[in-house]
């Protein structure tokens, strides 16, 4: 549980959609984030990952849902912290360079950056910053439970929460759908995060096992 609540802190980091066969309450309208893709990738003990799909704009988490647009956000933590706030680095996929910049992030000491468009699934890509490269490997394909799975079990399971701030099919707050990985040595536990945010600044999560769906926190 201590693993899980760790997890949790990273749902406001710069924190598609498939209708369900017993939710329909507006929830497709109002996803203010959804991950479909992850890729993850590691150079010794230095991390990266990249969150592939749609978000708000502007993204605030505020309980209301704002037009959406495809983002890639990649995020390398590194295991000798910096002290400089932005970071040059080469950005490949498929065999194509671009330069890009990565700012750091004042609360969680990793860098960040948004490409702006979704990666593909079967993208070749990889990070290249100082003298280390970190190549990429799309790992939610070997999800046991993709994120349409994972959307309709949170839906399901926070369906009394939805129900209540839905007036005339349209849901009063906002959701997002992401992928979690915990903060250790490897990339072996992974997690599926629901969050529904209402207007009424009420906040409800739902933490799903990516291998067999089970919930493994509700709050």
């Known amino acids: 549980m201590k693993k899980l609540t760790m997890c949790l802190m990273f749902l406001l980091l710069p924190m598609m959609l498939i209708g369900c066969s017993q939710v329909k309450i507006g929830v497709e309208e109002s996803m203010s984030e959804i991950t479909h893709t992850y890729f993850a990738g590691r150079n010794g003990n230095d991390r990266a990952s990249i969150s592939v799909g749609k978000r708000e704009e502007p993204y605030k988490i505020d ?3 704002n037009k959406e647009l495809d983002f890639s956000l990649i995020t390398l933590s590194l295991a000798q912290p910096k002290e400089d706030n932005t970071l040059k680095a ?24 948004d490409i ?3 990666l593909k699934d079967n993208d070749e890509v990889k990070l290249t910053f100082g003298n280390k490269v970190i190549a990429f490997s799309n790992i939610s394909k070997d999800f046991g439970i993709n994120y349409e799975k994972a959307l309709e079990i949170a839906q399901n399971t926070l369906i ?26 490897n990339f072996d536990d992974m997690f599926w995060c629901f969050t529904l945010v209402g207007k009424d600044k009420k906040v409800f999560r739902v933490i799903i096992s990516v291998v067999d769906g089970s919930i493994l926190a509700e709050n």
Do not use: A, F, W
Not at 92 to 108: A, F, M, Q, R
Not at 162 to 182: A, F, H, K, P, W
């Open 160 to 185: 009394d929460e939805i129900s209540d701030r839905t007036n005339n099919d349209i849901l009063e707050g906002e959701c997002y759908l992401q992928v979690l990985n915990e903060i250790s040595p």
């Open 63 to 65: 309980g209301i849902h």
């Open 116 to 118: 702006g468009y979704c």
């Open 90 to 113: 080469t950005l490949t996929v498929n065999g194509k360079d671009s330069e890009i910049l990565l700012d750091l992030h004042p609360i969680y000491h990793s860098y960040m950056v």
